[in-house]
């Protein structure tokens, strides 16, 4: 850690490398493993996608994770704080602290409509515990997730419900609050996504489920597809938004950095994989569609529920799964702005935490908003998107612009600024392990970054 850096603010500390894994796979195991990879595995083929999902994290995000860790550790800061401490060590610009402001906004723009999402996770849970499911037709389900969709009433009343608990994990610190609650949360999560792939290849189609998730298909693999693949991978995983420098500034020397970030990728990946197996065997059984997109987690996979055995259960499982996804990621999420909120003011944890979740709050109100009193507001209409809401807006600036903006200005600033010394320091990188490390960010991870950005643009 730089010593100036570690001097200017006394840093708390995780309590050691489980409690650390743990939240950094709360931070990557969210709405991105549950309910976005399922329906873009559907949307572009099945097992080809996944192969070329998997590669990418290889080559591209696990690159940007450890570059991340090394970052946080070093600079022993927030994103912004981090970047510009070893800007200075490297004997750069500190300017380059505005990839991590870039990412900081990025995060809370993310938050203020994850938020809204995630409250529909708790709306679903309570309304299914209450009344069960809606009858087994497609009319009555997507009945219930439009009289949602209809009321700002109750989708603000869920939103507030699901950013205050994140709050109150956030604001409890790192080793009593979001280490604590990753330790609970992430067991829970694993149990819950097991009980589900279980139910699901029992009563559903496994076997189509098998071959739809791990037969390799060639006439699936294309360009596009692949640049989906690594954008979701990107989304999925949430490096660029500089969340792992901020978790990475809480590791202390006695942690592995490359043995966590490994960790955690494969602990996302298992959970992605599980999520496949607790929704696929269900979809082909009941002959819906496994590429309906967002429509999958909250109206097709209800349908499929409510004409199983025991599917109101299952169902309660699963969207409690969602639930406790979302709250996990949404921490780190908030803990990212809360923290340069809490250096730039100079004030508490708990005030910094409340004045960042409140305005992550009331800037969702604009997603929530979007499906109902602004609906008829289509920003993106003047780009050709006639039907874009504001949500969109948010969604497709942050995943297809803020966010690969961000990654691709961290890979530059990896691979060309940063002190190749300082990396290996961080890393425990021998010299052929260094090199390999350097070559993938200043070429191969930038240009990735670009190609998947413009295609998504693109498409």
Not at 50 to 79: K, T, W
């Amino acid at each position: 850690m730089i010593e100036h850096a570690a001097m200017a603010e006394k840093r708390e500390l995780w309590t050691g490398r489980f409690g650390f894994v743990l939240s950094a796979m709360g931070s990557a195991i969210g709405l991105g493993s549950i309910w976005k990879f399922p329906y873009e595995v559907g949307a572009n083929g099945g097992a080809g996608f996944i192969l070329l999902y998997i590669l990418g994290l290889a080559v591209v995000v696990f690159p940007l994770m450890l570059l991340e860790f090394a970052i946080g550790r070093r600079g022993g800061s927030d994103g912004v704080g981090s970047l510009a401490a070893v800007a200075r060590e490297s004997g750069a610009s500190t300017r380059w602290q505005l990839v991590g402001a870039l990412g900081t906004l990025t995060s809370v723009l993310i938050l203020s409509f994850y938020s809204v999402i995630g409250g529909w996770a708790l709306y679903y849970v309570v309304a299914t515990l209450q009344a069960g499911l809606p009858a087994p037709s497609a009319d009555a389900v997507q009945a219930r997730f439009a009289a949602m969709l209809a009321s700002p009433a109750l989708m603000t009343a869920y939103h507030a419900a699901f950013m205050i608990a994140t709050a109150l994990i956030v604001a409890r610190g790192i080793a009593g609050g979001i280490e604590r609650a990753c330790k609970i949360l992430m067991p829970v999560l694993l149990a819950l996504v097991v009980v589900l792939a279980l139910y699901s290849m029992s009563e559903g189609d496994v076997g189509a489920a098998l071959k739809f998730l791990f037969r390799i298909d060639p006439r699936s693999f294309s360009a596009a597809v692949a640049l989906e693949a690594l954008g979701l991978g990107f989304f999925s995983i949430g490096v660029g938004l500089a969340v792992m420098i901020a978790y990475g500034s809480y590791a202390d020397h006695q942690i592995d950095l490359r043995s966590a970030a490994i960790a955690t990728m494969a602990g996302d990946t298992l959970v992605s994989l599980l999520a496949g197996l607790a929704v696929f065997p269900i979809v082909f059984a009941e002959h819906l569609d496994p590429a309906s997109g967002p429509r999958l987690m909250f109206v097709t996979l209800p349908l499929a529920f409510s004409r199983l055995p025991f599917g109101t259960a299952a169902a309660v499982i699963f969207f409690v799964l969602l639930a406790v996804a979302a709250l996990a990621s949404a921490v780190s999420l908030l803990e990212l702005p809360a923290a340069f909120v809490r250096r730039s003011l100079r004030c508490s944890r708990a005030w910094a935490t409340a004045i960042t979740a409140s305005s992550c709050g009331i800037l969702g109100l604009l997603s929530i908003f979007s499906f109902n009193i602004l609906s008829n507001w289509h920003p993106l209409a003047a780009i050709g998107l006639p039907n874009a809401t504001a949500f969109d807006l948010l969604d497709d600036l942050t995943s297809n612009v803020l966010l690969p903006v961000a990654g691709f200005g961290l890979a530059l600033f990896g691979g060309w600024v940063m002190l190749p010394t300082a990396l290996a320091a961080e890393l425990h990188l021998a010299r052929t392990g260094l090199h390999l490390l350097r070559l993938l960010l200043r070429y191969i991870v930038p240009l990735a970054v670009a190609a998947a950005a413009i295609a998504a643009v693109r498409f």
